[in-house]
């Protein structure tokens, strides 16, 4: 497939119209890898190799003979459970992850790019798992590196339906007190909680070591606030109905949004939490160019 035609697939509304899952996962990552094979970003492995060189320590049993009479260099077997990085994708599906102004929704979007990650990071031999949450977790994947547990975890994304309130807060908290182990956790919500509570969760994640990337996902009409006539506006999560002329509040809605994404990205900032902001129209290749940049400082 030419160049052009594969950097194609990093567009949301593109993908979004393929089906399976799985595929789209695939995609994504292969129109990101040729774009990313002319970046400037170096010293990250892109080759899916089961392999590995020979080293002081490995034992002569676990040499891969029939490789060594081709290159005449020794290699190991690289077992599907020995990984790298054990990381956790944790994915919104409140019910205000279903606003969409336009094609994609902020749960499509958000399923895409945790198959993207999930995709990348199992080809990467590393090992992976999935959390979904609303009002609270209610679906948790273990971390796993075997090729096969993609299946697993696509199968689930694919599922998700949009329910619940938002409380991003007490689900970090649960899942720091369950993850001991130092990994690597990938947050995908639009974030439409107290921002007191968010912190202080992302805080017990940091105390116990674990390196995080939060994506703040939002619709673009949640951000520039663009209506043009007299519009009701619900409430998706408690149903809350209020009619209006957006003209009237619309630049102090904008201030106040400016005001709440400025404060979690100083915030994460002072905890050494990545912070991405995106909407549902930006590229996809986004989020896994900030990935590898977190993963090539963890190497």
Not at 23 to 51: D, T
Not at 89 to 97: F, P, Y
């Amino acid at each position: 497939m030419p160049v052009p035609e594969k950097r194609r697939f990093l567009d949301p509304e593109t993908v979004a119209r393929i089906q399976p899952l799985s595929l789209r996962a695939r995609l994504v990552v292969e129109g990101f890898m040729v774009g990313y094979h002319r970046s400037p970003y170096h010293g990250f492995s892109v080759e899916f190799s089961e392999h590995r060189a020979y080293g002081p320590g490995d034992e002569i049993k676990h040499i891969d003979w029939k490789l060594y009479g081709k290159t005449d260099r020794y290699y190991v077997k690289r077992f599907e459970e020995e990984t790298n990085l054990r990381s956790y994708i944790l994915l919104d599906t409140s019910r205000s992850m279903a606003f969409a102004s336009g094609k994609v929704s902020k749960l499509e979007y958000g399923q895409m790019i945790a198959a993207a990650l999930a995709y990348l990071l199992l080809n990467q031999q590393d090992a992976v798992g999935l959390g979904l949450f609303s009002t609270d977790l209610y679906d948790l994947i273990p971390s796993r590196g075997t090729r096969s547990h993609l299946n697993v975890l696509l199968s689930r994304l694919d599922r998700c339906t949009p329910a619940g309130e938002t409380a991003v807060g007490p689900v970090l908290h649960a899942l720091a007190e369950r993850f001991k182990k130092r990994g690597l956790i990938l947050l995908i919500s639009d974030l439409l909680d107290r921002p007191d509570a968010l912190v202080q969760g992302l805080k017990h994640f940091r105390h116990n070591r674990q390196e995080v990337i939060v994506f703040h996902l939002l619709d673009p009409r949640e951000l520039d606030f663009r209506f043009s006539t007299r519009t009701r506006f619900r409430d998706a999560e408690t149903g809350e109905v209020l009619t209006t002329e957006p003209w009237q509040i619309q630049d102090i809605y904008r201030r106040k949004m400016d005001q709440f994404r400025t404060r979690l990205r100083r915030e994460c900032g002072a905890i050494n939490v990545d912070y991405v902001f995106l909407t549902t129209e930006d590229r996809l290749d986004i989020v896994l160019r900030e990935f590898l940049r977190k993963r090539q400082r963890l190497l």
